[in-house]
């Protein structure tokens, strides 16, 4: 079906053609230059002049630009809304959906750049939290959005790599309904105790994990969720047995931990940190790949005796599948400048998160890696949904 543009171009390029071989024809069949006639008077060229045939007294080029003008016009008014709509990017405010419930790790992370692209791009970036599903809820609707750059999504470890594996049949793919932006940041897993157990090392833990098979609980926010995957990545990698249970939600799960009714989990930084600065609880070892500055006295799971473990939670942004690239690319330079500002790395360095900020390339590469790992973490340990 021949579209509005392509007409109008190729009446224009039709129009040229016979012009210019009009033009040659003219030039070839030209007669002879008659010999001047005497000067007639002013009244006589007036008259002759207004009634001379237009297309004899406007030279070519002139004929051409009248031809080009409707096809251009036309052109102009029938240009595609998503190129108008990439120039003036952003033009309403911004909606990022973060997938969890208010607190934790993806509402530091999700607020505080909010809060600096507001700045940045002269709109406001508000953040809603729309739960359920263990994140799929928030990306379902997402992956429906107006690809225009207005709603965005907070990427996170368990709706992009351990979803796919743990939940197969989602109504949304993660690659073909949405484009990455960029990786945000990352939180490190804090690995605690109870204050009664005893174990004050990796080590120790271990050893009374295998002397105590399944008697040891841990719990996690839920099955998938970044604190169960983590524990049983530990097990794994240990050859220990502790027994889990799901929760809710990290709320709850914290509640049991710090009244002694579990004895052991992971949780992301935020969450157990304040409890373990109180004495409340005693962390034993961080799932990231360095030391955090904010525990300079625990050491990785990697210096205990497990080298190559790493575990953490991560955030990135996602935007519904087709939005311009000009727009993603502009959202993955923003997003980088707000990860530098101070306001978010001194609010990232209090809660031991860790600001990262890279290319969409770069941020789809790492997603299908964490992907493949944790796919196979969820295979082996045999987990299933709620």
């Not at 006589?44 to 080029?61: F, K």
């Not at 097990?235 to 220990?240: D, L």
């Amino acid at each position: 079906m021949t579209t509005p543009i392509a007409g109008a171009q190729a009446a224009l390029e039709a129009a040229v053609r016979a012009e210019s071989a009009a033009s040659a024809l003219a030039g070839v069949h030209a007669a002879p230059a008659a010999p001047a006639a005497p000067a007639a008077p002013a009244a006589a060229t007036t008259a002759t002049t207004s009634t001379t045939s237009t297309a004899h007294a406007v030279p070519v080029a002139s004929r051409r630009r009248l031809l080009l003008g409707p096809a251009a016009a036309m052109a102009g008014l029938a240009a595609p809304a998503f190129v108008r709509a990439q120039s003036d990017w952003p033009r309403k405010t911004i909606r990022l959906v973060v997938p969890f419930a208010p607190g934790g790790s993806s509402e530091i992370v999700a607020r505080s750049v909010a809060v600096e692209l507001t700045k940045q791009l002269g709109q406001t970036v508000y953040v809603e939290n729309k739960p359920g599903g263990a994140g799929t809820v928030a990306m379902a609707e997402v992956a429906k959005a107006d690809r225009d750059g207005h709603t965005l999504i907070l990427g996170h470890i368990g709706t992009l790599a351990v979803n796919p594996a743990m939940l197969p049949k989602q109504s949304f793919d993660v690659d073909r309904d949405f484009v990455a932006v960029t990786l945000l940041a990352r939180v490190p897993n804090l690995f605690v105790v109870h204050p009664d157990v005893p174990a004050h090392s990796l080590k120790e833990f271990v050893a009374l994990a295998k002397s105590r098979p399944g008697q040891l609980n841990y719990g996690s926010a839920g099955n998938g969720s970044a604190g169960h995957l983590s524990m049983e990545y530990l097990k794994r990698v240990s050859g220990t047995f502790i027994t889990h249970i799901p929760y809710r939600g990290t709320g709850p799960q914290m509640v049991d931990l710090l009244a002694g009714r579990t004895e052991c989990g992971a949780t992301g930084a935020p969450a157990s940190l304040p409890h373990v600065r109180s004495g409340k609880l005693r962390a034993i070892a961080v799932g990231s790949a360095a030391r955090v500055p904010v525990l300079p006295d625990v050491p990785t799971i990697a210096e205990q005796g497990y080298p190559g473990f790493e575990t953490s939670q991560w955030y990135g942004l996602q935007a519904p599948a087709g939005t311009p690239d000009t727009i993603v690319r502009r959202l993955a330079d923003e997003c980088n400048k707000a990860l530098r500002a101070s306001a978010v790395t001194e609010r990232f360095a209090n809660d031991a998160a860790i600001g990262v900020g890279n290319t969409p390339e770069q941020y789809a590469a790492f997603i299908r890696a964490e992907r493949k790992r944790w796919g196979e973490v969820v295979k082996r340990a045999g987990i299933k949904p709620d």
